[in-house]
T-cell receptor, first 110, second 113 residues
Framework: QLLEQSPQFLSIQEGENLTVYCNSS?????LQWYRQEPGEGPVLLIA?????ELTSNGRLTAQFGITRKDSFLNISASIPSDVGIYFC???????????FGKGTLLTVNP | NAGVTQTPKFQVLKTGQSMTLQCAQD?????MSWYRQDPGMGLRLIHY???????DQGEVPNGYNVSRSTTEDFPLRLLLAAPSQTSVYFC????????????FGSGTQLSVL
């Protein structure tokens, strides 16, 4: 079960909106978005459970695709502290393994 | 509130040496796991455990051993370190195997020369 993320790198100006995408050929029972700051472990931002589900957490909005094979994460009005690596992660079938995408490195220029 | 604690923070090994990366959690979580993070590769699961005495392999288990004798601790052993094992290692836990939120430690940066 592979999760493809795009873009791999993203550099934007403070105040801009951005979207990160996650796609797979496999079906996932749930999908999550994490953010990793330099020198730290990833931290959960949003978890998605239902097909088509749209969930918000402050300036962050994420949706789980109807087919349960894709998702996007949108960040509005970016600020410098949004920098980091954003990962999508999916749990498939009946196993306990969480598969991570390769990540999107975000930089926000003041 | 310690959460997930990993030691050491940094380690340098020579090829062929052995070492144990320590991971402890104080949240009484059933599920614990080890990931390695390499540039451009994301996080890859090495081994995981759904409870004391129960462990299973992830996607990149070769060269690593684990055991889970207590709920709190989940050490990762490298028996014969190789340069290919140079990476940043993260331990993560969750209340149950099905729980969606993983709590990560702050990582161990390992270099094998």
């Amino acid at each position: 079960q592979l999760l493809e993320q795009s873009p791999q790198f993203l550099s934007i100006q403070e105040g801009e909106n951005l979207t990160v995408y996650c796609n797979s050929s496999s079906v996932f029972s749930s999908l999550q978005w994490y953010r990793q700051e330099p020198g730290e472990g990833p931290v959960l931002l949003i978890a998605l459970y239902k097909a088509g589900e749209l969930t918000s957490n402050g300036r962050l909005t994420a949706q789980f695709g109807i087919t349960r094979k894709d998702s996007f994460l949108n960040i509005s009005a970016s600020i410098p502290s949004d920098v980091g690596i954003y990962f999508c992660a999916g749990r498939g079938g009946s196993n306990y393994k969480l598969t991570f995408g390769k990540g999107t490195l975000l930089t926000v220029n003041p | 509130n310690a959460g997930v604690t990993q030691t050491p923070k940094f380690q340098v090994l020579k090829t062929g040496q052995s070492m144990t990366l320590q991971c402890a959690q104080d949240m009484n979580h059933e599920y614990m796991s080890w990931y390695r993070q390499d540039p451009g590769m994301g996080l890859r699961l090495i081994h995981y455990s759904v409870g004391a005495g129960i462990t299973d392999q992830g996607e990149v288990p070769n060269g690593y051993n684990v055991s889970r004798s207590t709920t709190e601790d989940f050490p990762l052993r490298l028996l014969l370190a190789a340069p290919s094992q140079t990476s940043v290692y993260f331990c993560a836990s969750s209340p149950t195997p099905e729980a969606e939120k993983l709590f990560f430690g702050s990582g161990t940066q390992l270099s094998v020369l």
